[in-house]
């Protein structure tokens, strides 16, 4: 992709799944890559496997103090920002009448909440500097109902408004947009799904298959990129066709 070397990319999450899929494809177009997430033994992994990144941090961005310090931490890293991948969230699969207060809220805080508190912390930097790019994590699950994700399509579809706000007040040093996947094959998954399910799954959708973190990635690097200088205040789709003919809903 034209215009992404050097750039210096901050990717939440990034130590699994679709973060760090996401991670290894900013590296290969020679990005400056800091991956930021909770787990601690997972960021681990990810600092052996991706050798040149260029830091990791912990912290959980449900908390705004944490936040505001772990940017604090990558000013010393990068001296600055120019990309954010807003990747980081957590999914539950309950029915609605089963949700408690407590799961409801910690959805909220990690997958709304946190959202904002990144996304905030980075456009100051963005705004004071030369500009640059915001990618929200988004869903299939913000835009079509689905069972037994109540809360997660809630926070979801918070994150499409939150990204078209963003890219009003933000424009036109900052580009903001939100890349909604459908069901995409990562540990998140794999833990909430069976064998039998999964078949299931694939067989509603038009491609016959499930997608993979590094197609995401992909999709990632290009709204990044100058090719997509262009592009900003949208949700983009990538789901093997799922919600073309709502199938999501079957």
Known sequence: MRGLRAKRVLITGGAMGIGAATAKRFLEEGACVVVLDCNDEALSRIKSSLSSLSGTICV????????????????ELLGGLDVLINNAGISIRHLFMDITPQQWQRVMDVNLNGM?????????????????????????????????????????????????????????????????????LTPMQEAEYTTEMLRAYESKIPLKRVGRPEEVAALFAFLASDDAAFITGHYYVIDGGEIAGGLASR
Do not use: W
């Not at 640059?132 to 869903?139: Q, T």
């Open 116 to 184: 904002f508190f990144v996304a905030q912390q980075a456009a100051r930097r963005m705004l004071v500097g030369d500009g640059g790019v915001i990618l929200n994590m988004g869903s299939t699950n913000g835009i079509m109902g689905y069972p037994f994700y109540a809360d997660y399509n809630a926070s979801k579809a918070g994150v499409i408004e939150l990204t078209r706000s963003m890219a009003l007040e933000l424009a036109p040093k900052v580009r903001v947009n939100c890349v909604c996947p459908g069901f995409i």
């Open 60 to 75: 959980d961005v449900s908390d705004a103090d944490a936040v505001a310090h772990a940017f604090d931490e990558l000013d």
